[in-house]
């Protein structure tokens, strides 16, 4: 790890600040991505602006139509609050899906959000469920936010500070984990909505992505039958040492399947 | 005072009180005063041209105390890692044996070979100079598997190595299976990959080097399984260094599974740095670190034939095979995929004649040595995969058909055609204990539950040999050892009674300290308490080969038993003189000498408090002192073995193979500690169970990069990868060693892998599925299941 400086803004604005007068800095949420990334040299910023102090970014809220969680909640929050659990049980399952109990503890949703690791949960959960983006300067929907590798919509001075989740009639997730490290090889959340369907699919590409055949067809029939033999097409799909293109396309569908009976459960 | 513990209980692991709260001593906890940094700068290629380096900027980076490279290790003139063995083909040709730069020197020839060392105030000031140095590397295309390596064309590492062929080496009786396979009525084959294996110890590697002006002494602290070896190796073959001048030190160690056993490089070049620059040095391997420097273990690609009689007998069997070497020779390298191999191939059957052609090759990969089981698992895994080949193809039960193989136990000792003597064993009571305990003749019941849910359940057998406690020096000497392979220990009993044990082996996570104990406690009759066992350090401990191969029971315990059996010689004299009794009259029992047919007794520790208070003595026949030291060469290798039962479930949607159920039942001679033995099982069936189903090292073709080169990619097995294991023992006493004892520490990864796959194969036969290469993942089982063409019918 580099040296680097290190700053505990109470206001937004300061941090927002800082963000924009020292180049190359970086907010500092719950680290879990973040700081090993320093400690192997990948990245070297100048500075650190960490969000921990600032006021009202932790918690859940219930608007009745949405649900608002703070970007400093940490997963395992999500993952045992009884409101997300009652209101959208899928997405409380995909928080306890993600890596292990002490990642749970510091990772956050804002920085999961904000990173868009191709193979991480909540993209998947924030897509899937059409949720909003809320951040120090705008309101960002999930469908403009997601912007491929590692790429979202944020500006560089922009701090998430809740994401905003319309509560479904029915939502599941299914992950089929990666091997070796546990996100998501291919992981699948749909929602069902009185509109429709939506189905977002993280791991298998090099972002989130939505699957608008399978929403028409669960949206005519939420049931994993309906789903069951649509293909997806490999193009554009993940080939690494752990899964090639064509079982990715393939566990795409089995994993749909299974998050329609997850969300029917 | 505590209780005799002796031979056959389970008291709690000594070692455990200081490692579970904290209080354990590794290298990287250690600090010496006016300590420096070292950080090893690595080949970021597999296979390129040293043209230049170019030091000047990493030395001037701040609190740079030195940067060295292979041209200073050259102009210092010392030696190349040594390899401990030497091989030799058919022909009696030496293996072909490039020498082993410290620092690399005019190439690099992996990804991790070692380009130069730099030393610094901090860690982060030596990481900082690393990056700033310039390294001129002329690129050369790479070859890392070795079917590509010795195809005609192929990057040549050596130029003096042609085809990339160490040896091409060779055992048994060619003519005589070539007969055999003539008057087979059925001959199977079988083409395999034994995948390659990363170890993963929990403590990454580390050392600290330190040399005191004033004695002209050298102290290196490191992570390893075997210090008198690497202070042999290193003193008298590389630096250059008098054995008394130099002490090797082996503190607590976090895991080795043989990745630990070898001399490395870093080793010598700290400990010649550390004289350089008249400092201490630690260096601390990061964890991607040792991805790419921790020796590899197995990768072999193997074709396999058995031939066969109308009834299932085995003729013959024949296996060619090409080992991958990477870069250069370690320290066992070339002897594991040979003589660690071949001579496994006969296993638990009377096959009257076995050949086997073993290629060793190098390829641009980091060096392959030992990796717990070194050779036997790749041998099982052939023969054990191979005999349910058969099986299937002659319409035989898998079981039956060993059953008409096996050696029965009154064949015993019974001598294979690959140069190997089996003293003792039971296959027949293993296999029998095993099929109960695995409940096999229900297993149709659990089949038809698994699919109606969808799921196809496998039961796989492995019903296998070892050989280990490495081993009698006398036979490694032959085949090519450059070394012994004895052990020793020394028992020091103290005025007061109290024992402390200086033995060879080390002990890194083994449970040694309380398995020593109980013997020293059985047989003086002293308390369990009241006996130390110290190891790594090789000031304090006379001599010794250290920990692999199975060997610290076997071989170390030996000599632990010699040594106190001279105890209680010696203390039969003393004894003999304080009852004024004659010698032979004395006995020893229970903690007591005594005269036969009297009540007249001295306790052990009045014994030893004689011992050293020797106020008229007949000192001319009985020296003061209760001090015996033993070293123990044994005469045959000892044969654990047993039948491994897995038990697979698969889903055919994801294609996620699930290990439902896993039984063993081996034997491993004597047990002392019952516990530690079930645990030194469970981890090894575990290790197993990671190369059967989870664990894989990927190079890149073309570059030479490790592409499974961190946790996130190389998958470990976890503790929710397994069932609760059912494990037993079914003994038969080694009729060669002293307490009967046959070793238990690589029986786990031996008997494993070849009982998982089985059962994978057995769950997708009826897709005509004949064979899946390790590690099953999910993604090949998948394939498999697509290529089989076959309804897959899950819903
Ligand atoms: C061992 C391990 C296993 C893991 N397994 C999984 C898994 O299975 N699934 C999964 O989805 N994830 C997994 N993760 C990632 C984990 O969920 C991380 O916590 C998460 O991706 C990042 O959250 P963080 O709070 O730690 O962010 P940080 O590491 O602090 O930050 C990550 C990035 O986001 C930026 N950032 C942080 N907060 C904000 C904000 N409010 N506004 C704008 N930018 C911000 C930072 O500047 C940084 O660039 C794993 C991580 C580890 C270490």
New binding site residues.
């Given amino acids: 790890m580099k040296p680097f400086a290190y700053h505990q803004p109470s206001q937004i604005p300061d941090a927002a600040k800082l963000l924009t007068s020292i180049e190359d800095s970086?907010?500092?949420?719950?680290?879990?991505?973040?700081?090993?990334t320093l400690k192997q040299r990948l990245a070297n910023p100048p500075a650190l602006v960490d969000?921990s102090k600032l006021g009202n970014?932790k918690g859940i809220t219930d608007d009745g139509a949405t649900i608002t969680i703070g970007?400093?909640t940490?997963?395992a929050v999500v993952a045992a609050s009884k409101l997300v659990q009652s209101k959208i049980p899928g997405l409380a399952v995909l928080a306890s899906?993600?890596?292990?109990p002490?990642?749970?503890s510091?990772?956050?949703i804002?920085?999961?959000v904000?990173?868009n690791?191709p193979?991480?949960?909540?993209p998947a959960g924030v897509l899937g469920l059409g949720a909003t983006i809320v951040?120090s300067t705008r309101e960002i929907a999930a469908d403009k936010f997601f912007l491929g590798l590692f790429e979202t919509a944020?500006e560089v001075s922009?701090?998430?500070?809740a994401i905003r989740f319309p509560v479904p009639l029915k939502a599941g997730y299914a992950k089929f984990?990666a091997p070796a490290?546990?996100?998501?090889l291919v992981g699948v959340f749909v929602a069902k909505f009185a509109d429709g369907v939506r189905v977002a699919v993280t791991g298998a590409g090099s972002g989130v992505f939505r699957v608008p055949p399978m929403e028409a067809a669960l949206s005519g029939n939420f049931d994993p039958t309906a789903v069951a033999a649509i293909k997806i097409d490999t193009d554009g799909l993940t080939s690494d040492i752990h899964a090639e293109a064509d079982y990715r396309a393939h566990l795409v569908t089995v994993m749909a399947k299974r998050a329609v009976d997850a969300a029917l459960s | 005072m505590g209780n005799v513990i002796g031979i056959g209980a389970s008291p709690k692991r000594k070692e455990d009180q200081r490692f579970l709260t904290g209080r354990g001593n590794y290298v990287s906890d250690i600090k010496r005063p006016g300590m420096t940094a070292g950080v090893f700068v690595r080949s970021p290629h597999g296979h390129a041209v040293l043209r230049g380096i170019d030091k000047s900027a990493a030395l001037a980076s701040p609190g740079v105390i030195a940067v060295l490279t292979g041209e200073d290790a050259a102009a210092d003139k010392l030696g190349s890692l040594p390899c401990g063995w030497g091989i030799s083909d058919a022909n009696g040709v030496p293996m072909k044996e490039p020498p082993f730069p410290m620092l690399a020197q005019g190439k690099v020839r992996f990804v991790g070979d070692m380009v130069a060392f730099v030393v610094a105030e901090t860690p982060e000031q030596a990481n900082e100079a690393a990056e700033l140095l310039k390294v001129d590397y002329e690129v050369l295309p790479s070859v890392v598997g070795v079917l590509e390596a010795v195809r005609p064309g192929a990057p040549q590492l050596f130029d003096d190595v042609p085809n990339n062929i160490c040896c091409d080496w060779e055992l048994g009786d060619k003519a005589a299976v070539e007969t055999a396979f003539r008057k087979a009525a059925h001959v199977a084959k079988l083409s395999l990959v034994n995948n390659r294996l990363i170890g993963n110890p929990m403590e990454p590697r580390a050392a600290i080097a330190e040399y005191e002006p004033g004695t002209d002494r050298f102290t290196l602290w490191t992570t390893s399984q075997f210090p008198h070896v690497v202070r042999f190796l290193m003193g008298a073959l590389v630096l250059n260094i008098p054995q008394h001048k130099l002490r090797v030190v082996a503190p607590d160690v976090g895991g080795g599974f043989g990745v630990k056993q070898f001399h490395y490089g870093e080793e010598a070049v700290i400990t010649w740095a550390a004289k350089r620059v008249m400092r201490p040095i630690k260096w601390v391997a990061s964890r991607s670190e040792g991805y790419v420097s921790d020796r590899h273990g197995r990768d072999h690609v193997t074709e396999a034939e058995l031939a066969l009689d109308e009834t299932g007998k085995f003729l013959a069997f024949r296996v060619n095979t090409l080992a991958n070497m990477g870069g250069y020779l370690s320290t066992f390298g070339p002897n594991i995929p040979t003589n660690l191999y071949a001579p496994l191939l006969g296993g638990v059957y009377t096959t009257p004649a076995i050949y086997c052609n073993v290629k060793v090759v190098f390829t641009n990969t980091v060096p392959v040595d030992a990796y717990r089981g070194a050779g036997r698992p790749e041998a099982t895994f052939v023969l054990e995969r191979m005999v349910d080949v058969a099986a299937s193809e002659m319409g035989i039960d898998r079981v039956e058909i060993r059953r008409r193989n096996m050696i029965p136990k009154e064949a015993y000792p019974y001598q294979t055609p690959v140069l190997v003597q089996y003293d003792s064993g039971d296959p027949m009571g293993c296999l029998d204990g095993a099929l109960i305990a695995a409940d096999v003749k229900n297993f149709g019941i659990r089949k038809a539950a698994s699919a109606s849910k969808g799921k196809f359940r496998g039961l796989g057998y492995s019903t296998y040999v070892e050989a280990c406690g490495l081993a009698p020096s006398r036979f490694a000497g032959r085949l090519g050892a450059r070394g012994g392979l004895y052990e020793s220990a020394t028992v020091r009993v103290h005025p007061t009674g109290q024992v402390t044990v200086m033995i060879g082996t080390h002990n890194h996570g083994q449970g040694h300290e309380t398995t020593f104990a109980q013997i020293v406690s059985e047989k003086l009759g002293v308390s369990f308490e009241d006996v130390d066992i110290v190891y790594g350090d090789t000031d304090r401990v006379q001599f010794g080969m250290g920990t692999y191969g199975s060997r610290s029971l076997v071989v170390g315990g030996a000599a632990l038993s010699k040594a106190t059996d001279k105890v209680i010689v010696k203390g039969k004299k003393i004894a003999a003189h304080l009852l004024e009794a004659s010698e032979v009259d004395i006995q020893f029992e229970a903690g007591k000498f005594s005269v036969a047919g009297t009540d007249r007794i001295k306790t052990f520790e009045e014994i030893a408090g004689a011992a050293y208070v020797p106020h008229n003595y007949p000192l001319e026949v009985l020296e003061p002192g209760l001090e015996e030291q033993a070293y123990y060469d044994p005469v045959n290798f000892t044969y654990p073995g047993g039948c491994h039962i897995a038990e697979v479930e698969v889903d055919p949607e994801t294609g996620t193979v699930t290990l439902v159920n896993y039984t063993a039942v081996d034997d491993v001679g004597t047990v002392i500690n019952p516990m530690i033995v079930e645990g030194q099982l469970h981890g090894g069936i575990v290790q197993g169970v990671g190369q059967a189903l989870f664990e894989n090292a990927v190079y890149d073709e073309s570059s030479g990069q490790l592409l499974s080169g961190s946790l996130m990619d190389y998958c470990m097995p976890r503790a929710d990868h397994m069932p609760m294991m059912k494990v037993s023992t079914h003994s038969t006493l080694c009729t060669h060693t002293p307490m009967g004892v046959k070793g238990c520490g690589e029986v786990g990864t031996i008997g494993s892998p070849a009982a998982v796959i089985n059962a994978v194969v057995d769950a997708l036969s009826h897709l005509g599925v004949t064979h899946v290469d390790m590690p099953a993942t999910p993604n090949r089982i998948w394939r498999l299941l697509q290529n089989a063409s076959l309804p897959v019918a899950a819903e």
């Fill in positions: 970086k907010l500092v949420a719950g680290g879990m991505t973040l700081i090993p969000l970014l970007a400093m940490p997963h899906m993600i890596g292990d002490a990642v749970r510091r990772g956050t804002g920085g999961s904000a990173n690791d193979a991480a949960d909540y951040t944020l922009e701090i998430i500070t984990k490290s546990r996100y998501a």
